[in-house]
């Protein structure tokens, strides 16, 4: 864990970010968190182009952590575009999202999502939430081999 | 012309012309009679002809008293037999008339021989030669006529054998009218009757396959016409109700669509606003709390609280839409299982509670299985939640058979309630206790209330404060026998 890597959240909401950051700092999760504030922003990141066009050699975050209803591009698009793509198709995407609608869990792990949370109005259980996530994750999880990147 | 007045047409056409054949048949059967009459006639004037012939001779060799006599008889006799008319036609009438012509010539001519045989002298040679020239033009009067009577029996022969061949030919004309109104009225009721109901045949074949569009279109003022058109005008009512009803249908299909997409916005931007109020509470209990007094500390706690019952309130409402939107799948499933297996993980997450649980295994239903998990699972926890209270606890799931039908039950001798208000039981956010004494949100009878509907059921309540409560579900769909 020497080069912590950075944590995509996608979110638009600042409370959300707010408390996620809170959250990740009660966790003691140290990877850098970086927001993008819709779906089209998060691609932006990924694929260093648009506003992030000059992101040095674009090292690929390590965990992205997507809300699914977004201004202009939505949570599902976003995974669909990380899904269909060769350098990041295998990078773990969580969704986390106030939904707990059946069709946009079976969407989302239809489209490729590595898991998918629920956010609990109780904050103490959204912080045990994010830290099990981030342990899971960040820690635990072992990452599929980096696809060689030219 | 309706149905019965073509029936009663045919009917008529085929009687006349029977009628008509009979008459033709007795008609030409006269014409025989009669020239058959006429024959026989000519006949008897033919045979006293030739008698009368005879006795001339006898008369003209013999001139004697008895001859005479004779002739004068057999004459008479003809002249009553050539008296009435025999013929209607004008030739054999003419012939007729030199017959009658004839008969009195040689009347004549007899008397003039007998008066001058009477007066002659037996030598007298000249007066001899007189009765011989009377003689022979006698006989020869006599000779043409007998050859006349025989003509006219041929006459009359011949007309016998013509009115018989009529008498064929009528009757050959007869049953080909007869055939050919036959063919006609079958014709007419082929095209008139059984043609247009084979149509109607193949329009309701066509209407039960679900061609609402087909049309019959059978003119005319008879019962089939009658019906094509009340055929047509309910085909017409029925294309515009189904029309209608699949108005009707795209436009709840758009609602529920709304109450989708209202429901999905509930369940993501409702909440996230309580998320911040509980999440910034929180914060500031952490890291500002020493600076607040219990006061504000307790506050805070009640904005969470608030904020934590609402996210509750939320999930479920959403939970009592879904049970509306979720497609039911009926197969045979296990009550009593269920029950079982929901009192075990209940009394997992509270061992500390001392209850009895009295339930009948298998209890066997068809409904659908998510539902009916989530209906047990809302009875039992509102069974368990009313009986914390009780010192000898007791729950019990089972079923009685009432009037032939299967009724399940979940009974408690919790804290009961009053009946007076079992009609608020199962509408959403409507509770009989205070939410201090036992907590929960109100929704979760509503939720079985409508669950039980979904399936077709019944569900009903007894109660008595202090004495516990009973549910008892009825699910048609069926239940297992």
Redesign the interface.
Known sequence: MSEQKAILLVEDNDDDVALTLRAFKRSHLMNPLVVARDGVEALDFVFARGAHAGRAEAPLPTLIILDLKLPRLDGLGVLKALRADPRTALLPAVILTSSKEEQDIVSGYKLGANSYVRKPVDFTEFVEAVKVLGIYWLALNQLPPRPASS | MKISAKGWLATTTGLGTIALLAVMIWWANGEVESADRQRRRMSDVARVLNDLRLVTFEYVLYRNQRAYQQERQVSARLERQLEEPIFSDPEPSETLADLRRRSGETRQLFEELQANTNSRAADDSAQKLYEELISRKLLVLHQESLVDAFRLTDYSTARIAQAQQRVVGVILAGLALISLATAAAGWLIHRGVLAPIQRLQQATREVASGNWSFRLDIAGSDEIGEMSRNFDAMTTTLRNSFAQIERSNQELAALNREIEAF??SV???L??????M??????LLEDYGDRLDDEGREHLSRI?AA??R??RLI?EL?GLSRVTRTELVMRDIDLGAMARDIAISMQKLHPERDLRWEIAEPLIVRADKSLMQIAMQNLLENAWKFTSKSPDALIRVGSTVSDGRQVCFVADNGVGFDMTYADRLFGAFQRLHHETDFPGTGIGLAIVHRIIRRHDGLIWAEARPGQGATFHFHLPGGTSP
């Open positions: 429901s999905y369940s993501h931007d909440r996230a606003p309580l998320r911040s509980d999440g910034f509470s929180l914060a969470r904020s934590q609402m996210g999930d959403l």
